[in-house]
């Protein structure tokens, strides 16, 4: 097992942590994803993560959860499964015809991973005479061998038949990967989600065999959406641009030390969406760190694609507007790791900081980043849809309610009474 992975940084108990501890430890929680962070934040303290490892193409635990991996998961890994699927081609589902984007397969906006190249089909390169274990999460094929991995899992661990409620959390990350690497308005993420369509509806009858689907609650929800390639809409005529991080911090620094006349450099880093200021610069200068901040934000909000800049000053003594995307920044501002101004970029503006070099990214509080799905099934719930305003955060405290335990400490979403009577 490796070492350095776990939830140190989780600053809230999870579901899963608060069901294993209302059953006097006797449930037990199980999260899958190819995406370490996934795994680790939906398997809480008190669970059990595995994820992929895109150096040896194998998923992997660490010794927070394990001193080594579980036999079963070790010989699972010895049979190389993501070999056999990096051997497959990407081809499109249906006929070309049938989809939506058939005719924006090659777009130069596009940024894929190294080897898969822009069109259909997409084949992995060997690199110097191994797999590019690296590029199957950007492919539908990285799903794939999540489910298989679970399949794996529920036929060795046998979770549900012990007679207590058990947690099974699976995040089946490509559409993120393939989101980045794209954009939503590509011909990728279109055939992406059908084949998703096909890996969850084999995870669903795979637990009905094995369980029963009468005995399972399932939710299926998402963290975020995507925005388009800023590029791809600035060709349609839309407003629309990316800004640079660097340039960002390198022109805060030349305004600020030009306006506090300091020869230090008053920014440290960008890490998005906050810009985090030396307070031992601004001490050294006898400033008082909350001005510095305030003639920050006021410099930044003049910067074409900034839409607001929030001090953290402002922010930790409530001085905001009552509106709705003042009210988002604030629901995620950590007062020990927030930056010390918090940006929101224009509409479709690409805020920078991405080490991976995507195309497209989320993260804003605009509609396409917010608008996801929920999804709740199971015994006793009725049909219905509803197309109030939600949001994912309601899951959590919902799914508490439904198994009667307590909430997890963190949550602070609504009932979603639906799922309830």
């Not at 079963?72 to 589902?93: G, I, K, M, V």
């Not at 995040?171 to 993120?176: A, E, N």
């Not at 994912?392 to 799922?419: F, H, K, N, Q, W």
Request: aromatic share 10%; net charge negative.
């Amino acid at each position: 097992a490796a070492e350095g992975r776990g939830p140190r940084n989780l600053t809230s108990s999870t579901v899963g942590d608060e069901l294993v501890l209302a059953s006097g430890g006797r449930s037990r929680v199980f999260s899958v994803s190819i995406k370490d962070r996934a795994a680790i934040i939906m398997g809480g303290h008190l669970g059990k993560a595995f994820w992929y490892a895109e150096e040896t193409g194998r998923m992997v635990t660490s010794s927070f959860y394990f001193d080594q991996n579980p036999g079963w998961a070790q010989r699972w890994n010895a049979a190389a499964p993501a070999d056999r699927y990096l051997a497959e081609t990407w081809s499109l589902l249906q006929e070309p015809d049938a989809y939506l984007f058939f005719d924006r397969d090659d777009r130069n906006e596009e940024r894929p991973k190294e080897g898969l190249g822009r069109v259909f089909p997409h084949r992995v390169e060997r690199g110097e005479g191994s797999f590019n274990y690296a590029a199957l999460p950007f492919t539908p094929m990285g799903d794939r061998l999540t489910l298989d991995f679970v399949k794996a899992l529920f036929e060795a661990e046998r979770p549900g038949r012990s007679g207590v409620t058990d947690l099974l959390a699976v995040s089946f990350s490509v559409t993120d990967y393939i989101g980045h690497a794209f954009g939503p308005f590509s011909l990728e993420a279109e055939d992406n989600f059908l084949r998703l369509d096909q890996t969850l509806s084999e995870l669903f009858s795979f637990i009905d065999r094995e369980i029963g689907l009468d005995k399972t609650l399932i939710v299926l929800a998402s963290d975020h959406g995507v925005a388009p390639i800023p590029e791809y809409l600035a060709e349609q005529g839309m407003q629309a641009g990316r800004l640079d991080a660097p340039r960002l911090v390198a022109d805060a620094n030349r305004a600020l030390q030009s306006r506090f006349d300091a020869e230090r450099p008053l920014v440290l880093a960008f890490e998005n969406p906050g810009i985090y200021l030396d307070p031992r610069a601004a001490a050294g200068l006898g400033l008082d760190i909350a001005l510095v901040e305030r003639v920050l934000a006021q410099q930044l909000m003049q910067v074409p694609g900034i839409r607001s800049a929030y001090a953290r000053s402002d922010l930790l003594a409530g001085r905001i507007a009552d509106i709705a995307e003042a009210r988002s920044v604030l629901a995620a501002f950590h007062p020990r790791r927030s930056g010390n101004v918090i940006l929101v970029q224009e509409p479709f503006w690409y805020l920078g900081g991405d080490r991976y070099g995507s195309a497209a990214t989320h993260g804003s509080p605009h509609s396409y980043d917010a608008h996801v799905p929920i999804f709740v099934a199971g015994p006793g719930i009725g049909h219905a849809v509803v197309h109030r305003s939600v949001a994912p955060r309601d899951v959590a405290p919902t799914i508490s309610a439904y198994l009667g335990i307590a909430p997890p400490s963190g949550s602070v979403g609504a009932l979603l009474a639906e799922v309830l009577e």
